[in-house]
C-alpha cells in the first residue's frame, strides 16, 4: 500500500485502472474506476451498479497470494483512502448479515427477547438450582437440563410440585424415585 501524503504526485493517482469485483453471489466482474476514487465512493458505485443494499454491505480490497496454498491477504483501508493507494486489483463485496450465533448454555425452548421466568429447583442435599425458561417448554425438558447439569440420573428424579397451593404455587422440587 503506497502512503499518501502531502507531497505525494498528483500524477501518481491520475488515470484509470481495472478491478476484478468479487460479488457476494459469487460471481466476480470487471470494472475500471478512477484511481483518486475513495473506497467509500467505489461502496457505492458497485453497490448501486449491481443492485445490491449499500447499507448491508461492506468492501475489502484483496491482495491475491501467489499461490492457492495460502489465503489472500486483506488491505487495511480508511474510507477515504484513493483505491489507485492500495495497489490492487481485487475488491471483495461482502455482505454484512453474519450469522447470529447462539450461545451453548441456554435453557431448553429459548429465543431471543422472549418472556421467560425464574425457576428455581430444590435438589437433594440442599441444593438449589436456578434457571430462567419461557412458559413454553416442557417439564421433561427442564428435568433434563436440570440433571445433565448436575450429573444426575434423570431415571432415578422427577420434578414434584411442593404443594397444591394453586394461588401461591412454590418452587418444584427433585425427588428420587421410589
Not at 134 to 155: A, G, P, W, Y
Request: charged fraction near 20%; include cysteine; proline fraction near 10%.
Amino acid at each position: 500500500m503506497m502512503h499518501i501524503t502531502e507531497d505525494t504526485p498528483p500524477d501518481m493517482l491520475a488515470g484509470a485502472m481495472d478491478l476484478i469485483v468479487h460479488l457476494p453471489t459469487n460471481r466476480s466482474v470487471k470494472m475500471s474506476v478512477e484511481r483518486s476514487t475513495p473506497m467509500m465512493d467505489l461502496l457505492v458505485h458497485i453497490t448501486s451498479a449491481h443492485q445490491l443494499q449499500l447499507s448491508n454491505h461492506i468492501i475489502q480490497a484483496l491482495e491475491m497470494a501467489p499461490s492457492s496454498e495460502r489465503s489472500d491477504k486483506v488491505l487495511p483501508y480508511k474510507p477515504n483512502t484513493p483505491i489507485g493507494a492500495l495497489d490492487t486489483q481485487h475488491i471483495k463485496v461482502i455482505a454484512k448479515n453474519k450469522p447470529v450465533s447462539i450461545p451453548k448454555n441456554l435453557p431448553p425452548g429459548y429465543q431471543p427477547f422472549e418472556s421467560t421466568f425464574r425457576l428455581q429447583v430444590h435438589l437433594p442435599r440442599n441444593q438449589l438450582y436456578v434457571i430462567r425458561v419461557s412458559q413454553h417448554v416442557f417439564l421433561e425438558n427442564i428435568l433434563k437440563t436440570v440433571c445433565d447439569e448436575k450429573n444426575l440420573d434423570m431415571r432415578k428424579y422427577e420434578l414434584r410440585h411442593p404443594g397444591n397451593c394453586l394461588l401461591f404455587p412454590k418452587h418444584p422440587e427433585i425427588y428420587r424415585r421410589k
